[in-house]
Antibody, heavy 121, light 111 residues
Framework: EVQLLESGGGLVQPGGSLRLSCAAS????????MSWVRQAPGKGLEWVSA????????FYADSVKGRYTISRDNSKSTLYVQMNSLRAEDTAIYYC??????????????WGQGALVTVSS | QSVLTQPPSVSGAPGQRVTISCTGS?????????VHWYQQLPGTAPKLLIY???NRPSGVPDRFSGSKSGTSASLAITGLQAEDEADYYC???????????FGSGTKVTVL
C-alpha cells in the first residue's frame, strides 16, 4: 500500500524558512516523479513544485519560484521542499503527491495527509 | 485565478445526474493534454477519481464518468448519493506555463 507521510509543518514568521519532508513507502520511490500541491484555507488546489524521478529536473509555480527548492533522496525514499522568504499568502496545507510514471505532467495517484504551514507574526 | 475554469457549485437530488464542466485553453486541454479529476471530501486529502479523461481507478464506482472535447472536459455523476457531497477538481498540464494546472473547484451538494 502506498503511503506518503508529510512532516515539518508549523508556525513561522513572515520572511522565515521551513523545510517539509514526505516519507514514502509501498512503492519504488526512485521510479516516480513527485510533486508538492498546496491548499490555502477555504481555497482550491495549487500545484507548487515537481521533481523528476532522478531528481535531475525541478519545476516550480511562478508564485514560489526563487523562494522554494524541491529535492529528493531516493536512498531514503523521501521528498523535501525548502521554503524561504515565506509570506502570509504561503499559508496552506501542503500535500505530497505521487506521479504515475517516471515522466512528469500526468496525474497524481496518491496523496499524503498534508502538513499545515502557517505564516504569521 | 485558476487556469482551468469550473462552476463554483452544482447540486442535485439523490438519484439525479449532475455534470461539472472544466474549461481550458489552447495551451492545456486544447493542446491535447489529458484531463484528470479529483474528489476531496471535507477535511481529507484529494483522491484520484478519473484519469486520462475517461478512466476510473480501481474502486471508483461507475457512477462517475469523464469526457473531453476541444478545450473542455466534463465529469458526470449519475445516481447521485449523499456520500458524493464533496469538492471536485479537474487537472491538466499547461505547456505555456510548464506546470500542472488545477481547476477552481466545484462543490457538489446533494439536496
Amino acid at each position: 500500500e502506498v503511503q506518503l507521510l508529510e512532516s515539518g509543518g508549523g508556525l513561522v514568521q513572515p520572511g522565515g524558512s521551513l523545510r517539509l519532508s514526505c516519507a514514502a513507502s509501498g512503492f519504488t520511490f526512485s521510479n516516480y516523479a513527485m510533486s508538492w500541491v498546496r491548499q490555502a484555507p477555504g481555497k482550491g488546489l495549487e500545484w507548487v513544485s515537481a521533481v523528476s524521478a532522478s531528481g535531475g529536473g525541478t519545476f516550480y509555480a511562478d508564485s514560489v519560484k526563487g523562494r522554494y527548492t524541491i529535492s529528493r533522496d531516493n536512498s531514503k525514499s523521501t521528498l523535501y521542499v525548502q521554503m524561504n522568504s515565506l509570506r502570509a499568502e504561503d499559508t496552506a496545507i501542503y500535500y505530497c503527491a505521487k506521479g504515475v510514471k517516471i515522466q512528469l505532467w500526468l496525474h497524481f495517484d496518491s496523496w499524503g495527509q498534508g502538513a499545515l504551514v502557517t505564516v504569521s507574526s | 485565478q485558476s487556469v482551468l475554469t469550473q462552476p463554483p457549485s452544482v447540486s442535485g437530488a439523490p438519484g439525479q445526474r449532475v455534470t461539472i464542466s472544466c474549461t481550458g485553453s489552447s495551451s492545456n486541454i486544447g493542446a491535447g493534454y489529458d484531463v484528470h479529476w479529483y474528489q476531496q471530501l471535507p477535511g481529507t486529502a484529494p483522491k484520484l477519481l478519473i484519469y486520462g479523461n475517461i478512466n476510473r481507478p480501481s474502486g471508483v464506482p461507475d457512477r462517475f464518468s469523464g469526457s473531453k472535447s476541444g478545450t473542455s472536459a466534463s465529469l458526470a455523476i449519475t445516481g447521485l448519493q449523499a456520500e458524493d457531497e464533496a469538492d471536485y477538481y479537474c487537472q491538466s498540464h499547461d505547456s505555456g506555463l510548464s506546470a500542472y494546472v488545477f481547476g477552481s473547484g466545484t462543490k457538489v451538494t446533494v439536496l
